[in-house]
């Protein structure tokens, strides 16, 4: 596979996978899922990592020779502040300039509170920060963190760890079209064919945990995820045929809404 | 990409990807196609090839060098008899001795009839030929296209040329769990994503034309559905999370009808 | 609600809901689902019903006194004759000349067998039955009953008792408009709005049992069902708007599959 | 129909339709519709209202006998501050204390603005006013509505004018079991069964305009809509059956994702 190539601020990317770190069984499973998935960025949460000595810390040390984009993310904060203060500390650790913003008030969904991460990623974009928040398929919010100064936006197919895909395409869509930033879907992919719609839609890459994680098989499910973004990015360059009712010439096209 | 390999009858495959040769803008392009896809089976109407010289036919010399399998249709055909008579002619010039059934009485929608597919397809198979009857996606008649000989049924995801998909995952799963042959989804598949789910449903292979010989650009919509039902057949085997309400502990799984 | 009445053959009908009678937890709310469902036909299996005495039958004398259609169905039967026998039983014993048929081999799902209900079809139509048939979606099959004699057709939305509503809408919209005869969409009805979608989609009727007989409430769930057939034969004829893809004027209206 | 009554804030009502008056054909059907859907709320636009004397103005004189309530929305308002002005202006004028948020900087899609629409919200409960903010169906913003002083919430189905239905079941049905005061699906109803399944959702209501003002029948359209929220309405109450995969008593039940 031959994979274009795409910009996240000055960094250049060719994997469309974000790889989530939270789950795996252990660390040698998830360097083989690294390794399968052809994933470039690693998320983890700052709270999970001994910041004060990263180089030690059990999570990264497995991971060390790669050449890894390290996003930390702000899990567990709860609103603007806490999430701006776990940024600063990821920083000042040396770990990464990037940062997921990740607020939630709600232990049951962990859905991103539209209010505190737009609060958060306009104070984190102005202190130099590359910001990738976490949000609702809310188009009109998606919009508004763009224009604070977000460096790709995050938008959940669905709630985190559920894997019921994308619960709303016309929304994601939407979030595609009306971007200038990368689109990245969060949360919800839970197979591969979910990820090839959220690329199908438009999206520039999708973050993945739990799909792969608790997978009876992670690894192979991480080659089926390397597959299917690649399909689906492939598909939509490609573009695909319009829908009609039936095959004959006098049938309408037709505008589903997919 | 490793692909495994499956069997129709005594014939070992790989690939995972039927294609038709209906409808390519010029024989160059769908060469290339063929290359793109891996496609090793390819599917074309009997009536329109030159069955008295078929090494002399347009469609077919352009082919001669790789070792693909042929499937000639019937497709024309509006009864069991014409579908008889077009498979011993198919048979009788050398070109297969495997035969797609594609009776429909339907100019509209080409939806296959039930009752002379079924009528076809047995009596086909008690000539010795490898049948693959195309069929709606009713369960209790795929199973009783197995029991009268078919090598593999062809459910169709929606009616040919359509691009809507797959109308009815919940039928198409239930014919893959059911039947003992292999499921190769015929007709609808619109993008990648559809090829993936076919797959994930439990489908050997899929059978796709318009998609692709319609697509903007055909030969990378190609590429896309080779990845696409690799990343559905990996993503089927690796063994996919379960849906939940939400991801915290107490959450109940869903059974979720796909 | 005034109601628009309808024909079967050379009866008239107001009511839209044809209910199932096997599943009630007694006679009295089954009596009570009558009167709120506002159902003027009721179905059941002639094996549970006492034949040679049908007046004395607990099932059907709690049912004296109304005006209602019998519609005997048979249920058990794994093919054509049984079927055929079943129906001649019926009417010989006074109930009904109208008979449901029901064929199934499939134990798990009670889906319809395509191939030996057109034979009972046909048959019972030239004995002078007045015929429903139980079927899958399919288009082709649908229309092969009403050419066999069908007085009306009766698709599946999806399984018998599953409460799945109705698995392929393009299908049965297909069908609605291709018949001449009534369409009674039987069997998946889970709620209200699958009742009303059904309608929407072209259905004359709708058959129910266990939506009604097993819900919480079966007397409010009935009542809810004779709202939700009205609420979409109206919307029907009422002409909804085109789906768009925005309001605004220039935004394409949409064809699209419901 | 005798239907059960529901508040908002101290006002009881018995309908579950409120009532857009923007797109009707003229104010004679308007009448009509009113009657026949049996609404008791009606929203319109103050800019588009003589609120200098409003006894005098068209829209309102034809609706002067009714016990009907008023609801002005501030449609036009881009931003808290236009909104908060609009809603003053309306209250100064005697037409209501109710006020319908509704605020947008996206002409195409006309979809609400989060930040500003809780800032305005917050801003109109304090000031006295019984707020009805028009939101997007992330439940989180739902929520923090709530908790900002609104009477009721009103989420889109999808966005206003397309007649797309409930786009994301699953949000609509989180927002209606989360918050206490009454969920109310404004936008994108296109049809009786998109009505029918928001109350079986949970909703308390639905607001409905191009539904019924563009359909064909408007008035037809209108009663549809009545027996449609009924239906929902007693479904949601009389307890659904579950979902399940197959009828026998083997089979797992489903908790589908509506």
């Known amino acids: 596979m031959k994979h274009d190539s795409w910009k996240i601020g000055e960094h250049t990317l060719t994997s469309r996978i ?3 770190t939270g789950r795996f069984p252990n660390p040698f499973i998830q360097n083989e899922v690294i390794a399968a998935s052809g994933s470039e960025v690693l998320t983890f949460a700052v709270r999970r990592v001994n910041t004060e000595a990263p180089e030690e810390d059990a999570i990264l040390q497995h991971l060390g020779d790669r050449t890894l984009h390290y996003l930390p993310n702000t899990s567990g904060a709860t609103n603007a502040n806490e999430a701006i203060r776990i940024a600063r ?3 000042a650790s040396g770990l990464s300039n990037w940062i997921k913003v990740e607020i939630s008030v709600q232990d049951e969904t962990l859905l991103p509170d539209p209010i505190e991460t737009l609060k958060a990623t306009e104070q984190l974009a102005s202190e130099g920060f590359t910001v990738f928040p976490y949000t ?3 188009p009109v919010l998606a919009k508004r ?3 604070a100064g977000a460096a790709a936006v995050m938008p959940g197919g669905s709630p985190i ?11 994601i869509e939407r979030i595609c079209t009306s ?3 990368p689109v990245i879907v969060d949360a919800g992919i839970g197979t591969a064919s979910d990820a090839t719609k959220a690329m ?3 999206a520039q890459a999708v973050l993945i945990n739990t799909a792969i994680a608790k997978a009876k098989d992670p690894v192979r499910m991480a080659t089926a995820m390397r597959y299917a973004v690649e399909a689906g990015l492939l598909a939509k360059k490609a573009g695909r045929i319009q829908e009609r009712m039936y095959a004959t010439e006098s049938s309408p096209t037709l505008g589903k809404v997919h």
């Open 18 to 20: 974000f790889l989530g």
């Open 89 to 91: 500390l990821a920083r």
């Open 136 to 138: 609702s398929d809310d």
């Open 145 to 147: 963190l763009e224009e």
């Open 161 to 171: 760890g559920t894997g019921l895909g994308i619960l709303n395409p016309y929304n």
């Open 179 to 181: 971007l200038t930033v």
């Open 200 to 202: 199908e839609l438009g």
